[in-house]
């Protein structure tokens, strides 16, 4: 036997009898245990034992392997410490572990000590899903080393996550968007799941958030979107892009702007740049201008991307950023050509300030500021952000127009976590002033970050936004392959209500944003029929037949009359105890969806509850019009005057509607189902 090969067998003797043989691999630690062990712990960062999974006021945290694993997210940010491995010897040639967490080595990471020394570091990508990451250590084989979690960072994102340590001769491969997306296409399940949307837009795999770059070019309604190319949950984004014709159905299209050199493609706008005002155009063929956030090394700043093949492909400015204010939470522009003043405009937040800000430029690349908004609104919001600004006409008033301002929280909304709030008054091309006080966008608790089209042609002359259907309190759904749709998109107008309802109560005459279904929905209706609902009654009762709907993918019209019942309503059931109520209270004169037994609620303890949305009771009526997903609900009540959206995880796929009136002076009439084709495969139904 060679001397090398006794080195060899001595070296793996050793290494077995300090780590744990699985396999081929050698695992240093998997944080199971609910102690740390043989480490080393200092500071204030790490407790006692390992965590499991998200500790107190941090967002959901991802990727980690079986039920604990390293967060030094304990107290926040601002905590700090150490933790060292015992010795072990390198007997693999690479050391793998998940990380997530923090970016700035200097101060939060993982690193690989021999003989005393710094080695080999890493950091996580601002991020709470950990991901892979190795490093090659070959030319330390059978030399004694130590690995060093490390958080000395006590501002943003000063927190790291570390699980399963693992020596190996097969790393764990990066993600490859591009193989998994071709394999779940040729899947029997694409876009099939029993919970996937079939007319809101899904991405294919993976998490989505807010809608960005919402621009309407060449005869195609562009959705982009923040996408995790990498897990389905939040990190590494970037921008996801989808294609429309008809703003029902939808086609994927690569990712647009990926997160490059540790920046990431935070949230933004795009417009078409007619005039050519950034020279980016070719010919006379205007570009698509991107304006968006780049998020990292410490600082959000705002930068531009274009177009010159209608969206396919997308180059990055090379003087970005054009707009740099040196500030960790300065984002998500949204652009738009001012024409009296015959410029660009530009809102953004301060999100932590709570304060948005105007800009104007000329050429999309120049930037002074205007004007500031805020603090305002609800108070006990913990930010602001996603900005939206225009221009919408109020209902019969004879041309008139008025400015809508929304910006977004990420909690402290009307029904828990995330929601927007809006603002209406006067923009001069400066300075936007409210001339009431806020309202709330969405009653629901999942409609999140509405941003509208730009460059929808006058002839059409509509305002359309779309919303992130989901709540970032509850945002880890439970949904795999992928995870967050979008709302159905939304025509916009403003109503002057009058100061009182039927009932006498006092609505103070303010202008109220009116939010409908976009009519490009109704080509989706297969088939509709009148049901017979006004022998409403307690218990609940049937007015479908069991089986009669094939799939929870239908659309409801009907009114409610509460004569002097103290609620009227009906049930989507879904299961012998499972449902989800829509109805109308007399006390306190609301519209509600209770969800409390809609399916799964267990997967978060903020997920059940009932949402309710102020209703006028109008010439002793109140129309709702609801529509129904396979894992969501939207209900329009009066004609768009006030939304609940909220999400469901119903288990049973063919419901029974159900109608209930709590004595015989309400009644449910004019009731009208369309159930509806499936946007991805019209034959679902």
Same mark, same amino acid.
């Given at each position: 036997m060679s001397v090398v090969r006794i080195l060899f067998v001595v070296i793996v003797a050793y290494v077995c009898s300090a780590q744990t043989v699985i396999g081929d691999e050698l695992?240093?630690?998997?944080?199971?245990?609910?102690?740390?062990?043989?480490?080393t712990i200092s500071g204030d960062a790490f407790g006692a034992q390992p965590a499991r999974g998200a500790l107190a006021n941090q967002m959901p945290v991802s990727g980690f392997r079986g039920q604990r694993l390293i967060n030094t997210f304990l107290g926040g940010d601002a905590t700090t410490g150490t933790a060292t491995s015992p010795p072990f010897t390198i007997g693999r040639r690479h050391l793998a572990f998940l990380i997530g967490g923090g970016a700035r080595q200097d101060s939060v990471g993982i690193e690989l000590l021999v003989d005393g020394k710094s080695v080999r570091v890493a950091s996580g990508a601002e991020s709470e899903e950990l991901q892979w990451s190795s490093w090659d250590v070959g030319e330390f084989a059978g030399r004694r080393a130590r690995v060093r979690i490390y958080d000395r960072a006590t501002g943003g994102w000063g927190h790291l996550l570390v699980d399963h340590l693992v020596q190996t001769d097969d790393p764990p491969k990066r993600f490859d968007l591009d193989y998994q997306l071709a394999r779940y296409r040729q899947s029997a399940d694409y876009l099939r799941e029993p919970l996937r949307p079939q007319y809101h837009f899904s991405p294919e795999i993976n998490w989505m958030n807010d809608p960005n770059g919402l621009v309407f070019h060449d005869g195609e309604y562009h959705l982009f979107y923040q996408y995790n190319p990498a897990g389905n949950s939040w990190g590494h984004m970037s921008w996801g892009h989808a294609v429309s014709a008809d703003l029902t159905h939808w086609e994927h299209l690569p990712l647009a702007i990926p997160e490059a050199d540790g920046i990431m493609a935070f949230s933004g706008c795009c417009v078409v740049d007619h005039h050519n005002s950034s020279g980016f155009g070719r010919g006379d063929q205007p570009a698509m201008v991107a304006i968006y956030t780049g998020h990292g090394h410490g600082k959000q700043v705002q930068n531009l991307a274009y177009s010159n093949d209608n969206g396919r492909t997308w180059t990055k400015y090379a003087g970005n950023p054009v707009l740099d204010i040196d500030n960790p939470d300065f984002r998500d522009p949204k652009v738009f050509w001012h024409q009296p003043s015959d410029r660009w405009v530009m809102v953004v937040s301060l999100a932590n300030e709570k304060v948005v800000v105007f800009y104007a430029s000329k050429d999309l690349k120049d930037w002074s500021e205007l004007s500031r908004f805020g603090p305002a609104g609800v108070a006990q919001k913990s930010n602001w952000e996603c900005p939206d600004l225009f221009e919408l006409p109020v209902e019969g008033g004879g041309g008139k127009s008025l400015w809508v301002l929304e910006v977004d929280m990420g909690s402290g909304s009307v029904a828990g976590g995330s929601g927007g709030e809006y603002f209406v008054g006067h923009f001069d091309g400066t300075r936007f002033t409210a001339t009431q006080d806020a309202r709330w966008v969405d009653f629901g608790r999942d409609f999140y970050a509405p941003v509208s089209w730009s460059d929808i042609p006058q002839s059409d002359g509509r305002r359309i936004w779309i919303g992130w259907f989901n709540n970032w309190q509850t945002c880890l759904v439970p949904t795999s392959p992928w995870r967050s749709c979008m709302s159905v998109p939304r025509t916009l107008s403003l109503r002057k209500t009058p100061g009182r309802d039927d009932l006498g109560r006092d609505d103070s005459g303010e202008y109220v944003l009116v939010q409908r279904p976009v009519k490009e929905l109704q080509r989706l209706r297969v088939h509709s029929r009148s049901i017979?609902?006004?022998?409403?009654?307690?218990?609940?009762?049937?007015?479908?037949?069991?089986?009669?709907? /094939?799939?929870?993918?239908?659309?409801?019209?009907?009114?409610?009359?509460? @004569? /002097?019942?103290?609620?009227?309503?009906?049930?989507? !059931?879904? @299961?012998?105890?499972?449902?989800?109520?829509?109805?109308?209270? !007399?006390?306190?004169?609301?519209?509600?969806?209770? !969800?409390?037994?809609?399916?799964?609620?267990?997967?978060?303890?903020?997920?059940?509850?009932?949402?309710?949305?102020?209703?006028?009771?109008?010439?002793?009526?109140?129309?709702?019009?609801?529509?129904?997903? !396979?894992?969501?609900?939207?209900?329009?009540?009066?004609?768009?005057?006030?939304?609940?959206?909220?999400?469901?995880?119903?288990?049973?796929?063919?419901?029974?509607?159900?109608?209930?009136?709590?004595?015989?002076?309400?009644?449910?009439?004019? /009731?009208?189902?369309?159930?509806?084709?499936?946007?991805?495969?019209?034959?679902?139904?």
């Amino acid at each position: 036997m060679s001397v090398v090969r006794i080195l060899f067998v001595v070296i793996v003797a050793y290494v077995c009898s300090a780590q744990t043989v699985i396999g081929d691999e050698l695992l240093i630690d998997d944080f199971e245990s609910d102690s740390y062990g043989e480490w080393t712990i200092s500071g204030d960062a790490f407790g006692a034992q390992p965590a499991r999974g998200a500790l107190a006021n941090q967002m959901p945290v991802s990727g980690f392997r079986g039920q604990r694993l390293i967060n030094t997210f304990l107290g926040g940010d601002a905590t700090t410490g150490t933790a060292t491995s015992p010795p072990f010897t390198i007997g693999r040639r690479h050391l793998a572990f998940l990380i997530g967490g923090g970016a700035r080595q200097d101060s939060v990471g993982i690193e690989l000590l021999v003989d005393g020394k710094s080695v080999r570091v890493a950091s996580g990508a601002e991020s709470e899903e950990l991901q892979w990451s190795s490093w090659d250590v070959g030319e330390f084989a059978g030399r004694r080393a130590r690995v060093r979690i490390y958080d000395r960072a006590t501002g943003g994102w000063g927190h790291l996550l570390v699980d399963h340590l693992v020596q190996t001769d097969d790393p764990p491969k990066r993600f490859d968007l591009d193989y998994q997306l071709a394999r779940y296409r040729q899947s029997a399940d694409y876009l099939r799941e029993p919970l996937r949307p079939q007319y809101h837009f899904s991405p294919e795999i993976n998490w989505m958030n807010d809608p960005n770059g919402l621009v309407f070019h060449d005869g195609e309604y562009h959705l982009f979107y923040q996408y995790n190319p990498a897990g389905n949950s939040w990190g590494h984004m970037s921008w996801g892009h989808a294609v429309s014709a008809d703003l029902t159905h939808w086609e994927h299209l690569p990712l647009a702007i990926p997160e490059a050199d540790g920046i990431m493609a935070f949230s933004g706008c795009c417009v078409v740049d007619h005039h050519n005002s950034s020279g980016f155009g070719r010919g006379d063929q205007p570009a698509m201008v991107a304006i968006y956030t780049g998020h990292g090394h410490g600082k959000q700043v705002q930068n531009l991307a274009y177009s010159n093949d209608n969206g396919r492909t997308w180059t990055k400015y090379a003087g970005n950023p054009v707009l740099d204010i040196d500030n960790p939470d300065f984002r998500d522009p949204k652009v738009f050509w001012h024409q009296p003043s015959d410029r660009w405009v530009m809102v953004v937040s301060l999100a932590n300030e709570k304060v948005v800000v105007f800009y104007a430029s000329k050429d999309l690349k120049d930037w002074s500021e205007l004007s500031r908004f805020g603090p305002a609104g609800v108070a006990q919001k913990s930010n602001w952000e996603c900005p939206d600004l225009f221009e919408l006409p109020v209902e019969g008033g004879g041309g008139k127009s008025l400015w809508v301002l929304e910006v977004d929280m990420g909690s402290g909304s009307v029904a828990g976590g995330s929601g927007g709030e809006y603002f209406v008054g006067h923009f001069d091309g400066t300075r936007f002033t409210a001339t009431q006080d806020a309202r709330w966008v969405d009653f629901g608790r999942d409609f999140y970050a509405p941003v509208s089209w730009s460059d929808i042609p006058q002839s059409d002359g509509r305002r359309i936004w779309i919303g992130w259907f989901n709540n970032w309190q509850t945002c880890l759904v439970p949904t795999s392959p992928w995870r967050s749709c979008m709302s159905v998109p939304r025509t916009l107008s403003l109503r002057k209500t009058p100061g009182r309802d039927d009932l006498g109560r006092d609505d103070s005459g303010e202008y109220v944003l009116v939010q409908r279904p976009v009519k490009e929905l109704q080509r989706l209706r297969v088939h509709s029929r009148s049901i017979e609902t006004h022998a409403a009654t307690w218990p609940p009762v049937a007015v479908t037949k069991p089986g009669e709907l /094939t799939d929870r993918v239908f659309e409801l019209e009907t009114t409610l009359k509460p @004569g /002097t019942a103290r609620s009227v309503g009906l049930r989507i !059931r879904t @299961g012998d105890d499972e449902f989800t109520e829509v109805g109308y209270d !007399r006390e306190p004169g609301a519209v509600y969806v209770d !969800r409390r037994k809609s399916g799964n609620v267990a997967f978060h303890q903020a997920f059940a509850g009932r949402h309710e949305a102020p209703a006028r009771v109008l010439d002793g009526e109140v129309s709702l019009r609801l529509l129904v997903d !396979r894992s969501s609900i939207e209900v329009f009540i009066n004609d768009g005057e006030a939304v609940i959206s909220d999400r469901i995880f119903p288990s049973g796929q063919q419901p029974t509607i159900e109608v209930f009136a709590g004595d015989e002076s309400a009644q449910i009439t004019a /009731t009208t189902l369309h159930v509806l084709n499936s946007i991805w495969h019209p034959s679902v139904n």
